[in-house]
């Protein structure tokens, strides 16, 4: 199955100063399948190491770690010759040995030549644990589940995902829209995390998907008390399984009191950013103004969760496969939380989105996604239902006069007067759209 992250690979194999990379990303995102796809295909060879199942290596990381040494080392203990440029040296679940980390520092600065890409499931948290970091001395990347476009390419629909993105901005012939709406339906029953991907073409299942998801979710669950300080596991728990909640509600402003009664900001603060730091969950701030940089006018104090992924959001708010398929009522579902995680996770994927906030008026207008390219703003509305009038949206180009304003629905695409509506499954385009 093609990730479109192979791309980005391939550019940072090519780059003059190419320093080792890092692959963020949550755990069961595909990050081992994908550096080992691409060291098949872009070099002669690939020398894998998990350090998780390799605890014999932390002594020969404790004591000279020159680039030159390391590669001496781990050639002898695989048996095969580390060639520059050849080779892909690939370090997984590398923050089991932090000491590797620190090596890259000295690979960026006397072996740039050899290739070293490094993952690891827990890598975020670890990251700000303490680790002695080589900062400014690697490159990185970072791996979300399945976007709809490479859901699509799953399914072997290369053509679809050509004619939408050839055709410009007119409206969509129905047989296309039908067909892409089917779709739509499908991934929001089973998201994009490559496992249940590919147990939906392998057998067209959707028990076995269902089954496929919760595994995962009970793998995080384990992860908890496996990795996380035992003070926070409750807390972690209580925190995770809040999330449908949160999102059920109509204003999805996150309240600590719906984690736990009397819960307070201090108490999960800690459990909070382990969460976010292992990619489970994502955070959109609130911003009180639109204007550049947002970053600047960000409420710290209010803001909505989301999750990693739709389809194990659906399976955690114990929406069946059935309700889903059932008509477009599905968008409309849940308060439309379904179709917002979608949207995110869609606008989450853009190059050249760095950070998604949402945006509230003093009084009661609030817009669901806002973002800013390098010298403009979008506000991004998200229609779930076939009632397009979108009053928050209005209230916000009054204010702010935006070049040009996003509604995400099931409506036609268009362009109004300075208003794009962008069909649901063809955000995947949005680049080419803005254009």
């Known amino acids: 199955m093609k990730r479109l992250l192979m791309d980005d690979l391939v550019k940072w194999k090519n780059k003059k100063n190419r320093l080792p990379l890092i692959l963020k990303g949550a755990r069961q995102v595909g990050k081992t399948w994908l550096l080992n796809e691409f060291g098949k295909t872009a070099f002669d060879d690939v020398l894998y190491i998990n350090f998780e199942n390799a605890p014999g290596l932390k002594e020969s990381f404790d004591g000279d770690i020159s680039s030159q040494r390391i ?10 010759r580390v060639k520059p440029q050849k080779t892909l040296l690939i370090f997984d679940e590398v923050q089991e040995i932090p000491r590797a980390l620190t090596a890259l520092k000295y690979f960026a600065e006397t072996a740039p030549e050899y290739a070293i890409c490094c993952a690891g499931s827990l890598l975020g948290v670890a990251l700000h644990s303490g680790t002695s970091f080589p900062v400014g001395k690697v490159d990185f990347l970072a791996l979300q589940p399945f976007n709809f476009e490479e859901f699509l390419l799953a399914n072997g629909e290369e053509a679809l995902i050509e004619f939408v993105r050839s055709d410009g901005i007119r409206k969509i012939p129905k047989a296309v829209t039908d ?15 490559p496992a249940a991907v590919a147990s939906w073409i392998d057998t067209r299942d959707f ?37 449908p909640s949160q999102l059920a509600k109509e204003n999805k402003k996150f309240i600590y009191g719906l984690v736990r009664e009397g819960a307070r900001a201090r108490d999960y603060e800690e459990a909070m950013l382990w969460l976010l730091d292992s990619g489970l969950l994502r955070k959109v701030g ?9 970053k600047a006018y960000e409420d710290l104090k209010a803001f909505k969760l989301y999750h990693l992924d739709v389809g194990l959001l659906r ?8 309700a889903i398929l059932d008509g477009i009522k599905v968008f409309e579902e849940f308060k439309g939380a379904l179709t917002e995680q979608y949207v995110l996770s ?4 853009k190059d050249f989105i760095r950070n998604i906030y949402y945006w509230t008026s003093e009084a009661t207008a609030e817009v669901d996604f806002i973002f800013a390219d390098n010298k403009d703003i979008y506000p991004v509305e998200v229609k779930a239902g076939e009632n397009l009038q979108a ?14 304003a996003i509604r995400a629905s099931l409506s036609d695409l268009r362009l109004e007067e300075g208003l794009l509506n962008i069909p649901l499954f063809a955000l995947f385009n949005l680049k080419n759209y803005l254009k």
Not at 71 to 80: F, P, Q, R, S, V
Not at 183 to 191: N, R, T
Not at 233 to 238: A, F, I, Q, S, T
């Open 391 to 404: 009053r928050s949206l209005r209230v916000y180009r009054e204010r702010y006069s935006p070049k040009l």
């Open 346 to 349: 869609e606008l989450a994927g």
């Open 71 to 80: 590669i001496d080392l781990l050639g002898a203990l695989h048996g095969k």
């Open 286 to 294: 609130r911003v009180t103004k639109a204007a550049v940089p947002l």
């Open 179 to 193: 067909k892409l709406t089917d779709y739509l339906k499908l991934y929001f029953v089973i998201g994009g995390m």
């Open 207 to 243: 028990s076995e998907v269902e089954r496929r998801q919760l595994g995962m979710l009970e793998t995080y669950e384990n992860d908890f008390s496996k990795h996380a300080p035992k003070n926070i596991v409750p807390k972690l728990r209580y925190l995770w399984s809040s999330v």
């Open 315 to 322: 399976v955690m708010s114990e929406l069946s496969p059935n």
